[in-house]
């Protein structure tokens, strides 16, 4: 487009020795406080995100893979912003929009009267929700649906909805978390269209899942997180083949052979990549 830069290679965001600790107080319960010594709450920390550092230039669409747990969801909520690090900082060239956050729809409103609640929430103005209106509906792509109260619909057609209105604002930065999972196969085609476009915004685009095969077709890098660690950063094809024979190995039962994969692809990783 006349008058554009591009802007491809420049960093969009870093990650610099991020940690995220939750601390949650279990064991009281209101009734224990009657027996004497059982009362006393005890807290328990869980390190869900462990030192992790990365550089994401414009254009990359980078794929979070790992096993439950693993802390995907975690960084992806420290990248958005949502969630404060326990150590450590992001740094972000443009506010990222995360799917789900961003978009707080409400279920007794409509899909069509949600599109507008969302799009004014990500900062549109009423003109530009209304010139936005008719490619959110397509690509929610949710027909005669749309006139009904969102609380009616399945979870996949709220992922589409939240989807297509995350769109809505053309983000720089867009954060996914698993909601292609929840479509259908022509919404999968659709949404993988709309990336395509927001790659070509050069935005910068982060994926979770746990499938390695969509992060493989859909990602051009990939970074594995196990137990909050940064396990692998790469080209996503070769991080995706890894990753799925290391799950493969642990569901056959063979731990000692897992353990060995996940630090020969550490000990691989940081030979390559630093
Ligand atoms: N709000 C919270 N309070 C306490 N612990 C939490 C909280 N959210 C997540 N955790 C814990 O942090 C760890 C990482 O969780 P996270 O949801 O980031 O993993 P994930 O890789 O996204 O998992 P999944 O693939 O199952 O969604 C887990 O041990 C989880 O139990």
Known sequence: MAGTEDHRGETSILVDSVSLTYTSTSGSSPLSRFRPGQGRARRTQVHAVRDVSFSVTRGEFVGLVGRNGSGKSSLLRVIAGVEPATSGTVYARSTPTLIGVSAALIGEMTGSEN???????????????????????????????????????????????????????????????????????????????????????????????????????????????????????????????????????????????????????HAENRRQYG
């Not at 949710?142 to 996949?156: C, D, Q, V």
């Not at 769109?167 to 259908?184: F, K, N, Q």
């Not at 709309?194 to 969509?214: C, K, N, P, R, Y």
């Open 115 to 265: 599109i507008t609640l969302g799009c004014l929430a990500m900062g549109l103005s009423p003109a530009e929700v209304e010139r936005a209106r008719p490619a959110v509906e397509e690509l929610a792509g949710l027909g005669a649906a749309i006139e009904r109260p969102m609380k009616t619909y399945s979870s996949g057609m709220g992922a589409r909805l939240r989807f297509a209105i995350s769109r809505a604002s053309h983000p720089e930065i867009l954060l996914i978390d698993e909601a292609l999972s929840t479509g259908d196969a022509s919404f999968a085609d659709r949404s993988r269209r709309a990336m395509d476009e927001a790659l070509e915004d050069a935005g910068t685009i982060f994926l979770v899942s746990h499938a390695a095969q969509t992060i493989e077709e859909l990602c051009t890098r990939a970074i594995w997180l196990e137990q909050g660690r940064l396990v692998m950063d790469g080209p996503a094809e070769e991080v995706a083949r890894q990753y799925r024979w290391f799950a493969h190995v642990l569901a056959e039962g063979d731990e000692e052979k897992a353990l060995g994969l996940l630090n020969d692809a």
